[in-house]
């Protein structure tokens, strides 16, 4: 970067004034915390009542004093969320900041060019930074040079440009005590949502002992697929962004949710079309379904919407057979354990052909039941899977997966679409009671479109009177 030696030496004092140049022992402290700020993600989300309510203060302190100075002549309406949105994620940086041993300051550039990308928009930031520092909310630190050589010509060239320092300010801080945001357990209220909405794996040929197959590396899809695929890549990450966004005008309490990451996998298979996994993944998929139940959204309980047996629907929806809807789709009497059946189906899944030997693992838990007696019972009842033997493919496992995902995110898009929000579990999706009826019929609605037959639903919801999951 080339300046006039004037404007340059300007700069230059501002750094000095900063403690970004200073080399002494006074100040050198700071000026190592300032060069070590990481850049601000402005990516995080609030997960806690606390945090939430914090941001809702800041945003309308915010708000308050741009129509006292005159700088909106009213309040924000269309985009209200986006600049929340923004306020939420700018709090996340400054507050978790205050974690780190080595420094208390983030970074952020303030030129128009470098928010082409990214979850908040240069006007959005701009007015933002405007509002927490004219409130006293934020310490910032100007942009400098670093080194710089005299080229001789009048001119001198920055070798390094230090962007804005950005760190939470005394009042910053006593109004996130107040709101119950305290530094001591600052992480557990403020959570990072994913850079990347869209991931792809290669495939894998380990196993671990369970018989389930280990995590591959992950693939630029961006500049490793074809035009074509790249750009079907592109919507894709579009739609899962949707959902993120969507999700973040919701307050969701009982849970950790960042945002989706949607992974596929098999991604340098010769026929990869993304038709391989493409599972959404998130935190609170990790919790136990008693604890998923005590979700609200917006204040309101929920219910969880499940499939039944969705891959043994979606295979043989796709061979032209309807399960039975009456009876659990692994329940095939006779004294056959349903964990048992469901065991041998997903194994044979898994592998792309029928089950002959259960995972070492797994062989003290199945009961003594053999693989065999299983699979003939299992054949008995449905003839369609004999066609594992035929096709063989280790693919199937991940085929399957993207049926049971396309139903799964065409149900939450249509929801969204409806204004409901939605949580997605894999098979099932967790949506506010008073939204059960349209998300049972939604989610059949999108499974029929994908395999031509209809799932068994199993509705669940916590009851506070017995504190259990009550089928519904």
């Not at 996130?176 to 945001?181: K, L, P, R, S, T």
């Not at 990072?192 to 591959?216: C, H, Q």
């Not at 789709?329 to 065991?343: E, I, M, Q």
């Not at 007696?373 to 033997?389: D, M």
Request: net charge neutral; charged share 25%; with cysteine.
């Amino acid at each position: 970067m080339t300046l006039p030696a004037k404007k340059m030496l300007a700069l230059i004092v501002k750094g000095n004034q900063a403690g970004m140049l200073d080399k002494g022992s006074n100040g050198s402290t700071e000026a190592h915390a300032l060069r070590a700020a990481p850049t601000a993600t402005l990516s995080h989300r609030a997960v806690t009542h606390e945090a939430q309510a914090l941001v809702s203060a800041v945003y309308d302190t915010i708000t308050a004093d741009e129509l006292a100075r005159g700088t909106r002549k009213k309040a924000r309406q269309t985009n209200a969320h986006i600049f929340r949105r923004a306020v939420e994620g700018f709090l996340g940086d400054l507050l978790l900041a205050l974690a780190r041993e080595e420094t208390k300051w983030v970074k952020h550039s303030l030129k128009a060019d470098d928010f082409t990308a990214g979850p908040v928009g240069y006007r959005h930031f701009r007015d933002l930074v405007e509002g927490l520092k004219h409130a006293g909310l934020v310490e910032s630190k100007p942009a400098v040079a670093y080194r710089i050589s005299d080229w001789g010509d009048g001119n001198v060239t920055a070798a390094n440009w230090f962007i804005t320092r950005y760190r939470a300010s005394r009042d910053l801080l006593a109004m996130a005590e107040g709101h119950g945001v305290r530094a001591a357990d600052i992480r557990k209220h403020f959570l990072k949502v994913p850079d990347e909405p869209l991931k792809l794996r290669a495939g894998s040929r380990y196993y671990d002992k369970f018989g389930n197959k280990l995590p591959s590396e992950l693939i630029n899809w961006r500049t490793k697929l074809s035009k074509e695929l790249a750009l079907k890549g592109h919507e894709l990450e579009r739609e899962v962004q949707e959902l993120n966004d969507f999700l973040s005008k919701f307050t969701l309490a009982g849970c950790v949710h960042g945002g989706y990451v949607r992974l596929f996998n098999n991604g340098d298979a010769s026929n990869f079309a993304w038709n391989k996994g493409g599972r959404l993944y998130s935190d609170f998929q990790q919790m136990k379904e008693e604890e998923r139940a005590r979700i609200t959204i917006n204040d309101e309980a929920v219910c969880e919407v499940d499939v039944s047996a969705s891959n043994l629907t979606i295979f043989l929806g796709l061979k032209g057979v309807q399960i039975d809807l009456q009876r659990d789709p692994y329940d095939l009497g006779a004294g056959l354990p349903r964990d048992v059946v469901k065991h041998w189906v997903t194994s044979s899944f898994r592998k792309g052909r029928l089950c002959g030997e259960w995972p070492k693992a797994y062989r003290e838990d199945l009961g003594g039941f053999s693989p065999a007696l299983i699979g003939n019972k299992v054949l008995a009842a449905y003839p369609a899977l004999e066609s594992l033997s035929a096709e063989g493919t280790e693919d199937l496992w991940a085929e399957l997966m993207y049926a049971e995902s396309d139903a799964m995110v065409q149900a939450s898009t249509r929801l969204m679409q409806h204004s409901v929000p939605s949580l997605a579990v894999h098979d099932g999706m967790i949506v506010p009671m008073s939204q059960r009826e349209l998300a049972e019929r939604t989610i059949r609605s999108c499974y029929y479109g994908v395999c031509q037959a209809e799932p068994k639903l199993k509705t669940t919801i916590f009851d506070h009177d017995t504190n259990t999951l009550r089928v519904i």
